[in-house]
């Protein structure tokens, strides 16, 4: 009898250890993945990594390299960043749960929510602010020129990087350095104006500064985001590392005036686990209050017939399928990206501190879904 009870309780030892054994090797094969990055190009400074799989039991941070080159101080697996356009997931959500609570409606014309002095500058330039919606703007729909994406701000933010850029500068920037693309919901096009407006509708409707009123709205105490805030507006929390180092084709940016790209369009400051652990929550049910609203945000974009948009963009998100594998993501200037995985109920976070190696982040996430996969 006593050899019968045994036997389960041994078996479990055995299934438990065989557990610790692959998840040891799955550590020690993300860990590889991003050394080797860094050992294949010495133009990268230092890569953070984080996966948050509940169904594997894994919620694991890695990293590799440098937080700051003139140091030369190891890169801490928590380490905070600049996450840019990321942002726009945590904008666009913040949006939605507005319209869950009846603040406003997708529908609503921009011309209701914005100041009168934004207004008359956008309609210098011939937009139509009455046929342009929140969703437009959600959707990067609208037809705005992104002033972000003019090779003349970004001769201006590199000329002078402690300007402060106001708003103002920067819808302005939108009408002169650029003409309307495309009336409202025609096509697609990418616009950091867009988003920055957005900001502008959150700050009107709750009357609250932009990181106050997107922390309240997604519950960052909640969802134990511990290490996520708004640049210039808030404190760093107390807990939360220092700021990494990011760097612009060698050039280190990381005292460049956060202004630059805040509004909206931008903003956050963030470290892996915690942009993991956003989408996580977000996919998983613990944001919004009702599931149909995450259905809306994920719905592909209805187009006129004979039009192909260039991405695959919904509201805040982007959808890709690499390997049979459906992914909703979002990436930043700063060569970061969050990832969520429905097959694998996995979220993977990647910051790579040098600009443009948005190729490196694709093929490291391609790659840690492999692992995932197989584990």
Not at 64 to 86: C, I, K, Q, Y
């Amino acid at each position: 009898m006593k050899k019968l009870v045994l036997l389960p309780f041994l078996l479990l030892i055995s299934y438990s250890s065989v557990n610790a054994y692959q998840a040891e090797e799955l550590k020690l094969s993300l860990q590889e993945l991003i050394d080797n990055a860094i050992e294949q190009d010495s133009t990268i400074p230092g890569i953070l990594l984080h996966v948050e799989a509940p169904d594997l039991d894994l919620s694991y941070s890695i990293s590799s390299g440098v937080s700051d080159l003139s140091t030369r101080a190891p890169l801490p697996e928590n380490g905070t960043a600049r996450v840019a356009s990321n942002t726009k997931t945590y904008i666009a959500v913040s949006v939605l749960r507005l319209w869950e609570q009846g603040m406003l409606e997708l529908d609503d014309p921009i011309s209701k929510h914005i100041s009168r002095k934004h207004a008359q500058i956008l309609k210098s330039d011939g937009y139509d602010l009455n046929k342009i919606t929140i969703r437009h703007l959600l959707t990067h729909t609208a037809g705005l020129f992104d002033h972000a994406g003019s090779n003349t701000y970004i001769e201006k933010v590199f000329a002078d990087p402690s300007h402060e850029w106001t708003r103002t500068e920067q819808v302005q920037g939108c009408v002169d350095w650029g003409d309307p693309l495309f009336e409202p919901g025609e096509q697609f096009s990418y616009s950091d104006t867009g988003y920055i407006l957005l900001g502008e509708i959150i700050e009107n409707v709750t009357e609250k500064s932009l990181g106050k009123a997107v922390r309240e709205l997604i519950g960052f105490k909640k969802l134990g985001l511990n290490a996520t805030w708004w640049e210039k507006t808030e404190q760093k929390p107390t807990a939360s590392p220092e700021r990494i180092h990011q760097y612009f084709q060698g050039m280190d940016t990381f005292n460049f005036d956060p202004s630059l790209d805040l509004y909206g369009g931008g903003g956050l400051v963030a470290s892996a686990k915690d942009m993991s652990r956003f989408y996580q929550e977000l996919f998983t049910g613990n944001v919004f209050e009702q599931s149909s609203t995450l259905d809306t945000m994920i719905t592909k974009v209805n187009f006129p017939k004979g039009y192909t948009p260039s991405s695959d963009y919904r509201m805040g998100i982007f959808y890709f399928n690499f390997n049979e594998m459906d992914m909703y993501s979002h990436s930043g200037f700063w060569s970061t990206q969050a990832t969520y995985i429905p097959e694998l109920d996995a979220s993977v976070s990647i910051i790579i501190t040098q600009f443009a190696k948005g190729r490196l982040i694709n093929r490291l996430l391609i790659e840690t879904a492999g692992l995932l996969e197989d584990y």
